[in-house]
């Protein structure tokens, strides 16, 4: 298996703009966990999903953030409209059951303007 | 909710064993404790996990007292590539809810 695929690998973008983030999971996965990295808050978990349902999405920040999963193999984390903070790196991470390890893709390098 | 608490960051010199200690006073008896490494421009990779008593894989040992209120991550003779950030985990068997990585703590191996 390739990994966790994350796409794209970086983003510039300006204020205003929608931004989509996409995901491939490790095949077999049952979960999908999205995170937010800056170096003022460390890694927060966003939301995660359990075949292909959203479970908890209490660290989604605010309404412009939005996630999907329309399948087993493909998540999207969509910011609309996107602002300066929320410049930082993403992580997708999957694993076959929410207790066991995670693994975590490259990372989306975001930086809005 | 049972957060932990790690130092920010801790240097060693090459060839040392390096023990870091993370506080997690709310355990619950469910929770388990992962520990992950992060390189730089690189996602969160895990460590290990443990419950209880000592836990060893061919990177690191974990140990964990009888009241599980905290546990140290060991990593033998450490060199220039496990410069890196760990984050201690504390997450229970039901559900991902409970996992919350924090800043961790920073490794800074010297030659």
């Known amino acids: 298996d390739a990994g966790v695929i994350q796409s794209p690998r970086h983003e510039v973008t300006e204020m205003g703009q929608e931004v989509t983030l996409r995901c491939k999971p490790i095949?077999?996965?049952?979960?999908l966990f999205w995170y937010r990295q800056t170096m003022m808050r460390g890694l927060e978990l966003l939301i995660y999903?359990?075949?292909?349902?959203?479970?908890?999405d209490s660290g989604m920040p605010e309404d412009r953030f939005s996630a999907k999963m329309p399948n087993a193999s493909f998540s999207t984390l969509k910011i609309q409209p996107s602002e300066p903070r929320d410049s930082a790196v993403y992580f997708c991470?999957?694993?076959?059951?929410?207790?066991?390890?995670?693994?975590f893709g490259p990372g989306t390098r975001l930086l809005v303007l | 909710l049972a957060k932990t608490t790690q130092p920010i960051s801790m240097d060693s010199y090459e060839g040392q064993e390096v023990n870091i200690t993370c506080s997690h006073n709310n355990i619950a008896t469910n929770d388990y404790i992962t520990w992950y490494q992060q390189f730089p421009s690189q996602g969160p990779r895990f460590i290990i996990q443990g419950y209880k008593t000592k836990v060893t894989n061919e990177v690191a040992s974990l140990f964990i007292p009888a009241d599980r209120k905290s546990s140290t991550l060991s990593l033998p003779r450490v060199s220039l590539s496990d410069t890196a950030v760990y984050y201690c985990l504390v997450g229970d068997w039901t559900g991902a809810n409970n996992l919350f990585f924090g800043t961790g703590t920073r490794l800074t191996v010297i030659p």
């Open positions: 991470a999957s694993s076959y059951l929410a207790q066991e390890t995670q693994y």
């Open positions: 095949s077999g996965h049952d979960y």
């Open positions: 999903f359990n075949n292909n349902v959203p479970i908890d």
